[in-house]
């Protein structure tokens, strides 16, 4: 058995920072967070553990200061925060404020607002709940119900694969010839560069895992590219997670990881990959 890494994959610059200001915040006092800092189950262990709360109703926070997730929120609801006395420090990916910062330079401008991801997720809701009406969409069907509007722009969920958004933009365009269609990027550049990766292993490979939270957006998309290469590909969270008979004696294995993914996981996951019927397989890790 071979076991091949991807060239990107794991954490991202953004889930460090949002967890390295959570452990410096919750060494300074008490803290609780609104929400899921980020989705992995391991991350808000470790958070627990250092004391962190977390709460996923704003009427229910039980100390002086708040923390935003990774994830981002809108004006509102940090405005709405700051009105019950919270202290509100944003641990907000800057890509995810650039997609906020690029959807309220659309309005201003005078396009309706429309979001390409998944409605109900909480970046999603940061990004629309500052601009009333504004649409979401993740499929062609969606688009087809939609309203002819003279103007709309168009910002993306920062974790969605850039072809898909690609191609529902050119839909977009296609069912409004007579609409002005504009279009900012905010798929962030690690989600690319870990999609493209991904993509590039798992047509290489026999077998894939996919380590990352099982609320993880990212990790689902990571999932559907592999897929879409590979006919074995399997999704785990831990260690634990690893089922035996995914592996073959002679297979070629695939690892890759969502943004949220901790170093520690996929060492482990290595690690056990390497123990698993030692006497007859010898796995050498490689990057891809």
């Keep these: 058995m071979r076991v091949l890494r991807a060239e990107a994959m794991g954490m991202c610059f953004g889930v460090r920072d949002a967890i390295e200001l959570a452990h410096e ?3 300074a006092g008490p803290v609780t967070v609104l929400g899921d800092l980020v989705h ?3 991350v808000l262990a470790d958070l627990r553990g250092r004391g962190v709360l977390i709460r996923q109703d704003a009427s229910d926070i039980p100390t002086r200061e708040v923390l935003i997730t990774a994830h981002g929120a809108s004006d509102r609801r940090i405005e709405s925060l700051r009105q019950l006395g919270l202290t509100v420090t944003e641990a907000t990916c800057p890509l995810v404020h650039r997609a906020h910062q690029a959807l309220k330079k659309l309005v201003t401008a005078g396009f309706h607002p429309l979001v390409i991801g998944q409605a ?3 970046e999603v809701r940061g990004l629309t709940e500052d601009h009333p009406g504004c649409e979401v969409v993740l499929t062609e069907s969606e688009i087809d119900q939609l309203p002819e509007r003279p103007r709309y722009g ?3 969920q920062t974790t969605q694969p850039v072809a898909r958004v690609r191609e529902l933009i050119i839909h977009l365009r ?3 010839p007579g609409s002005e269609v504009r279009w900012i990027d ?4 690690p989600t690319k560069d870990r999609q493209t990766a991904a993509e590039d292993l798992a047509s290489r490979c026999d077998v894939v895992l996919v380590i990352g939270g099982i609320h993880s957006n990212n990790t689902r998309r990571l999932v559907d590219t592999c897929r879409s290469r590979c006919a074995r590909v399997h999704w785990l969270q831990t260690s634990n997670d690893l089922d035996p008979a995914w592996i073959r004696e002679t297979d070629t294995v695939g690892i890759t990881a ?3 993914t901790p170093d520690s996981v996929i060492e482990a996951i290595e690690t056990a990959l390497k123990n698993l019927s ?3 397989m010898s796995p050498q890790t490689e990057a891809a």
């Design 120 to 122: 109900g997720h909480v």
């Design 258 to 260: 969502g943004t949220s």
């Design 186 to 189: 905010t798929v962030c550049q």
């Design 154 to 156: 168009v910002v993306s």
């Design 278 to 280: 030692s006497q007859r």
């Design 25 to 27: 915040r919750a060494a």
């Design 40 to 42: 992995n189950e391991s």
């Design 174 to 176: 296609h069912k409004f």
